[in-house]
């Protein structure tokens, strides 16, 4: 009978081979799921031996991930900013280089006393506007072309507890009219930044499992900032702000298409890689 130790061990040396990046923690994070653990009780319970529902589910998601299917997507959820949100491929992967875009939105705001009107664009699986809700006094309207996406957005507000905090819209906000739109003290987005060019470069498991549409604008990746930023204009308040993430070696073009369309004090924030990932601008 397969005992853990043994299957963590069998399953790294297997993904390994077929290719997977950083083996031993995916063959980890799919057993301590299937078990109910904590990856560290995984190695508390080194002799427990694997049922045979257990094991037959494990070779599962081992094969599942061999064909580089994200691990995010085969267990179903992931988490961000220390929170847990549901994930499917209708939605893209969240990644921590966003966690640097909502810490800077909520470190410039948490000081503020009144309830903040924000935009999320792209909202995708919702981390942002759920992570702005659960840690400002504001109200975010939520938008995304993808029903399937706000779908899961409105599931993990729910599981969050900020469903009552967030407006889920469905819109194309390259085609659509936004006149009726109120005014808001924040834009903020991370839009599909890829370029058709860069698309084929990326890793498998974001080629053929994630959605293109939430990576890359099928263009030259900056589509969608220039549109935000045209429409910031209108729809920010005087003195609000605008929030991109970004890709790198982006800052200088984006910080031209704010600059061109009137924006001030604009600011880029670098990760912790000394990469720059974050660009701000005031109306």
């Known amino acids: 009978m397969l005992k853990v130790l043994d299957a963590i061990l069998l399953s790294t040396d297997y993904l ?5 990046e950083e083996p031993r923690l995916n063959a980890e994070l799919m057993l301590a799921d299937i078990l109910g653990f904590k990856r560290l009780n995984l190695y508390l319970n080194y002799d427990r031996p694997l049922t045979e529902k ?5 070779r599962d998601y081992l094969a599942r991930r061999s064909k580089f299917e994200p691990v995010q997507y085969i267990l179903g ?15 893209l992967i969240p990644r921590p280089e966003t966690e640097i875009l909502v810490e800077e939105i909520i470190n410039d705001c948490k000081d503020n006393s009144e309830t903040l009107n924000i935009l999320d664009i792209g909202t995708g699986s919702g981390i942002i506007a759920i992570c702005l809700a659960k840690n400002i006094n504001c109200i975010v309207t939520a938008i995304d072309i993808s029903e399937d996406a706000l779908e899961v957005a409105k599931n993990n507000a729910d599981l969050n507890d900020v469903g009552s905090k967030i407006k889920f819209k469905q819109i194309d906000i390259l085609n659509s009219k936004v006149d009726n739109f109120e005014k808001f003290d924040i834009i903020v987005s991370n839009p599909p930044y890829v370029s058709s060019n860069d698309f084929n470069k990326l890793q498998k498991e974001i080629i053929e499992f994630e959605p293109r549409i939430a990576v890359t604008d099928y263009n030259d990746g900056f589509i969608f900032y220039k549109k935000i930023s045209q429409l910031g204009v209108d729809l920010l308040i005087p003195g609000g702000k605008i929030y991109f993430e970004i890709g790198k070696d982006m800052e200088l073009n984006i910080e031209s298409i704010l600059m061109d369309n009137g924006y001030k004090n604009i600011k880029k924030i670098k990760d912790y890689a000394n990469i720059y990932r974050v660009v701000t601008g005031e109306i």
């Open 16 to 20: 390994k081979k077929k290719g997977i």
């Open 54 to 58: 257990e094991t037959n589910l494990y």
């Open 77 to 91: 959820y992931t988490e961000f900013w220390t929170y847990k949100f549901y994930v499917n491929q209708s939605v």
